[in-house]
């Protein structure tokens, strides 16, 4: 029996309100962007950015928006059920309103979530509750005071290889992603020629620097089309691209769509339901 069971999961933009009202399972909601009040029990929430609300079964709830003029809630949503008594009463104990360290950490796991729920590729929902437990452990272990480092689609942090000072290349292309970076520049710093560092990047991590530079582009590019209203071309340049069209060639070779068409499809409504499985601590 799976330790978290999801019965439903969204992102979507509200604009109505709900009253107040409870049910038999937890429910966690995000906060991506919107005004509003949301309310726990006897408690008001002003809504804000990079919110998370943790609701338990039972646990009385309701969400007002902010002025009609104002732009609709952006929000991911899931709800689920526990299997788990200690998880489910870490839970509980956990608080209804919080914020994690790194929120985009929570957004990319959502987005997987969403994603292997569209596909329905085989065993996709025990990848998707496998998904939901890491971010509920990140939760719990935050909120206990332990803090911990959470899988990430990362490199795996080496400090030095074959002489070369790996960690300080990674940080220089961590904090230089967005400029121009040649082979010649890593290859100094590196203090190897250019076929080594090739050759050591293909061994690490399967790819060559400069290709391994663009993943990291990408994925900062589709942080952004999804989360801020920035222009395409403000994108190309934040995330180190030095034209647009070059940008939208790329974008699209990996995607399978324009940036825009990836906007327009991340921000529709998504909604998955899932039949209950089994029973669960209620």
């Not at 090739?198 to 952004?224: D, H, M, Q, W």
């Not at 999804?226 to 940008?247: C, K, M, P, R, W």
């Not at 998955?272 to 669960?280: E, Y």
Request: glycine letters at 6%; aromatic letters at 14%; one cysteine or more.
């Amino acid at each position: 029996m799976n330790e978290c069971s999801i019965l439903w999961c969204g992102k979507y933009r509200q604009n109505w309100e709900n009253e107040p009202h409870c049910h038999n399972y937890f429910q966690m909601v995000g906060i991506l962007s919107g005004s509003g009040r949301f309310y726990v029990e006897d408690h008001s929430y002003p809504i804000e950015e990079e919110q998370i609300y943790l609701l338990a079964p039972q646990q009385m709830h309701a969400i007002h928006r902010g002025e009609k003029s104002d732009a609709p809630l952006h929000i991911l949503d899931v709800k689920f059920t526990i299997a788990d008594p200690i998880l489910f009463e870490d839970l509980e104990r956990a608080g209804s309103m919080f914020r994690l360290q790194q929120f985009d950490w929570f957004l990319r796991f959502f987005d997987r979530i969403l994603t292997e729920s569209k596909r329905k590729a085989p065993y996709y929902y025990s990848i998707i509750n496998g998904y939901l437990l890491e971010i509920l452990v990140r939760i719990v272990r935050e909120r206990s005071g332990i803090g911990a480092e959470m899988p990430e689609a990362e490199p795996p942090h080496i400090e030095m290889f074959k002489g070369v000072d790996v960690a300080a290349l990674m940080q220089y292309i961590d904090f230089n992603y967005s400029r121009i970076i040649c082979l010649e520049d890593l290859s100094t710093l590196a203090g190897v020629n250019k076929t080594t560092l090739i050759s050591i990047f293909k061994e690490l991590y399967g790819t060559t620097p400069i290709r391994y530079i663009n993943r990291i582009r990408l994925v900062k590019a589709r942080e952004l089309l999804v989360n801020t209203d920035a222009s395409i071309g403000e994108i190309a340049e934040l995330v180190g691209f030095q034209s647009i069209h070059y940008f939208s060639r790329f974008f699209k070779a990996k995607e399978n769509c324009t940036p825009m068409e990836y906007r327009m499809r991340s921000a529709q409504s998504q909604y998955f339901t899932f039949p209950r499985q089994g029973g669960g601590s209620m």
